[in-house]
């Protein structure tokens, strides 16, 4: 009985260790099926989570093209005002679902290489003179519905944008003359002196016209904005303006025909085979001839950039132009007559004048407004570069 006993009883301890093995197994399978939940969920807010966080990212991006282009669209139109810049940029991006443009859009300025020339902000501020376009980047902090488990409870989205603008160009400034003065300091914007001098093609000041001189014509209005007595140019001047009675007629201020800057035809300090940079002024024809510029009166083709003034006169042609263009920081002065610097003879111009002040003196000069001198005109352009 004994034996039988201690056989059963060692059977039954056999039992119940492969019994007990079992809890530890279970306990593994939970723990495996514990991580297999996990990496579902992940997989699944990858895959929600990250649909979402493309949504909110194709719509920072619209968000962020409407404000580029809204941001060079201005510039283009002779707006430098940076906060009114500011705020046309912000107001596009709310409209693009942007909830607080004011500190979820950062905005620079650039220019034609793309580089930051300056940052747009609400602050009292111009456009630099070098930019020529915006670049806008919108964010949007996006919260996550499955994504916490692992860590993630909100994704950020945000895109970048970025637009030149060009304004309309070429077809002429439609003027002979135009002066941007709008002060009433000083000398007058527009200043018409000389005797037997004949101009052909309107002039216009943005301030006041003064007429001297004797025997001079004008073929065109004369147009200004303040400080004159139609009486002045009385026996001076001969205005042939039939629209007008043949009398000056008082305007408005304008904006610059041209729109441009010296900054436009800046292209370094190398000089090149058109570009011709001159660091302090040109004082003679004598200079230019000592850099092979000048040969038989005439001057080499190309853009004379020059930090300073430009002084013209010697022995020039008056029969061969000198097709340039003059850009100076400075004042530009023709000092003799029989200079024929296409357009400049006896003296004989052709195209246009724009400049801060003007003034015409001589003797039996004549010029004309000429839009041949121009390029064609184009229509304003924004392009979306990046």
Do not use: C
């Amino acid at each position: 009985m004994r034996n039988r006993a201690d056989r059963w009883h060692r059977k039954s301890r056999r039992g119940a260790r492969r019994t007990g093995a079992a809890g530890p197994q279970a306990g593994q399978g939970f723990v495996l099926l514990t991580l297999f939940l996990v990496t579902l969920i992940a997989l699944v807010g990858l895959g929600v989570d990250g649909g979402i966080l493309y949504l909110n990212h194709r719509a920072m991006q619209n968000a962020a093209d409407a404000g580029a282009f809204a941001g060079a669209r201005l510039p283009a139109k002779s707006v430098t005002d940076t906060p009114t810049i500011r705020a046309e940029i912000e107001k596009l991006a709310g409209r693009n679902y942007v909830a607080n443009p004011a500190s979820a859009v950062t905005a620079y300025y650039t220019d034609d290489s793309g580089n930051h020339v300056g940052t747009i902000t609400s602050a009292a501020g111009t456009k630099p003179a070098g930019a020529t376009g915006v670049e806008v980047i919108a964010t949007r902090q996006t919260q996550t519905l499955f994504l916490p488990i692992i860590g993630y409870g909100s994704l950020r989205a945000s895109a970048i944008a970025a637009a030149h603008g060009r304004p309309t160009t070429g077809g002429g400034p439609g003027y002979l003359a135009f002066s941007l003065k709008t002060d009433t300091g000083g000398a007058d914007g527009l200043i018409l002196d000389g005797s037997g001098m004949i101009l052909n093609g309107p002039v216009h000041s943005n301030s006041d016209i003064t007429f001297g001189g004797g025997g001079n014509t004008l073929n065109g209005s004369a147009q200004y904005k303040t400080g004159y007595s139609p009486t002045n140019y009385s026996g001076k001047w001969t205005i042939n303006d039939s629209s007008n009675n043949n009398l000056p007629v008082q305007s408005t201020v304008l904006p610059d025909p041209v729109n441009k800057t010296t900054n436009d035809f800046y292209q370094g300090t190398t000089n090149t085979s058109s570009y011709f940079y001159f660091p302090s002024g040109i004082t003679s024809s004598t200079q230019l001839a000592n850099q092979g510029l000048f040969t038989n009166g005439v001057l080499t083709s190309g853009t004379y950039y020059v930090n300073g003034d430009i002084t013209l006169g010697g022995v020039m042609s008056v029969t061969q132009a000198s097709t340039v263009t003059l850009v100076a920081t400075g004042n530009i002065k023709i000092t003799q007559t029989g200079i024929f610097l296409g357009p400049f003879s006896n003296v004989v111009g052709h195209g246009s004048m724009v400049g801060y002040t003007i003034k015409t003196t001589g003797s039996s000069d004549s010029f004309s407004y000429d839009s041949s001198f121009f390029p064609q005109p184009t229509p304003a352009e924004i392009t979306l570069y990046k």
